[in-house]
């Protein structure tokens, strides 16, 4: 059993049964014969649906790395620990993660991170190794048939590439989320959660059911940014909420092509980084955004189960 199939022996025989047919779905066209639904659409949105309330009754497969907690992947009997995190740039992630990362490098194993987080966190440290991942997914954009809206801006000179993919409706969605988040103090968690729900109904599009743009992502993020021993259940949470990364890159890809490159293809991409580059230390710890941890444990067990490489080429 995988990290990314999770632990399904105490759940439900009819839940562990469902969990496997979607997981044997290789496409959307499969998703039909499977959910029974009327098209694809219908058949993603059905099997998204059940596939989250079905992993809340299994066990979850985050583990802790000397207290970090991320998914554990052996492949060719090296340890390879993806550790999802906010990025947001707060002083206590910031803390917490220099605090691991130190001990990992003076333990002697590898550390590579998301690219953009390096000089967030890890500034200063130069044994933290930042992945090409960005740049790859810029060359990628580059190669689309429709003019590259992320490759222009990068031309044109402009920083913040992802902040220009945003439209203003997912902006006013992000000042909408916290405006609701900071009424959670007044109101409850529990009251905010319930207004959230029906925002991110009226907020997120096809897009967004894909990268998981609803409010309770936004609220545990930010609740983990502020209070890093909550990564765990910001973690625990995107374990369960994506399908297998074919099902979700197919779903995106045809409603935005340049954002899955954004998304779930550097999931791809930086699984093969770390496979590509690792020094057979004892351990290989990949530092990334909490929404990128499942795809990339569910290539680096594709390859691990497989054997076929990953495709990697340098980027020019």
């Known amino acids: 059993m995988t990290a990314a199939q999770a632990d399904v022996s105490g759940a439900d025989e009819h839940v562990h049964r469902r969990l496997q047919e979607i997981r044997s779905a290789g496409d959307l066209a499969d998703l039909v014969r499977i959910t029974g639904a009327e098209d694809e659409h219908e058949a993603y949105v059905d099997a998204k649906r059940e596939w989250a309330a079905a992993m809340r009754g299994v066990p979850t497969p985050i583990a802790s790395a000397g207290g970090l907690p991320g998914t554990r992947v052996v492949v060719d009997g090296a340890e390879f620990w993806i550790h999802g995190i906010t990025h947001a740039g707060t002083d206590a992630e910031r803390e917490v993660l220099r605090e691991h990362v130190g001990r990992f490098l003076d333990e002697g194993e590898t550390v590579y991170c998301e690219q953009g987080i390096r000089p967030m966190y890890f500034d200063d440290l130069p044994d933290v190794c930042e992945m090409d991942d960005y740049r790859w997914a810029m060359a990628e954009c580059r190669k689309l048939d429709a003019q590259s809206r992320v490759a222009t801006f990068r031309d044109e000179g402009h920083d913040g590439i992802l902040e220009h993919l945003l ?101 791809e991409r930086m699984a093969a980084y770390a496979l590509s580059h690792h020094d057979r230390a004892p351990a290989v710890h990949l530092i990334v955004g909490a929404a990128h941890q499942p795809g990339i444990a569910y290539y680096l067990e594709r390859y691990r189960d497989d054997g076929r490489p990953l495709p990697f080429d340098p980027v020019e």
Request: glycine fraction near 4%; hydrophobic fraction near 40%.
């Open 167 to 267: 439209t203003r409706a997912s902006q006013f969605r992000e000042a909408t989320f916290s405006i609701i988040d900071a009424g959670s103090d007044v109101y409850g968690e529990a009251f905010a959660s319930a207004v959230g729900d029906v925002a991110s109904v009226f907020f997120t599009g096809h897009e967004d059911l894909a990268i998981r743009g609803e409010y309770e992502a936004f609220a545990r993020s930010r609740r983990a940014a502020e209070n890093p021993a909550k990564l765990f259940d910001l973690q625990a949470y995107y374990a369960r909420s994506f399908l297998p990364q074919p099902l979700e890159r197919e779903w995106l890809r045809r409603h935005d092509p340049e954002l899955e490159i954004l998304t779930h293809a550097r999931n």
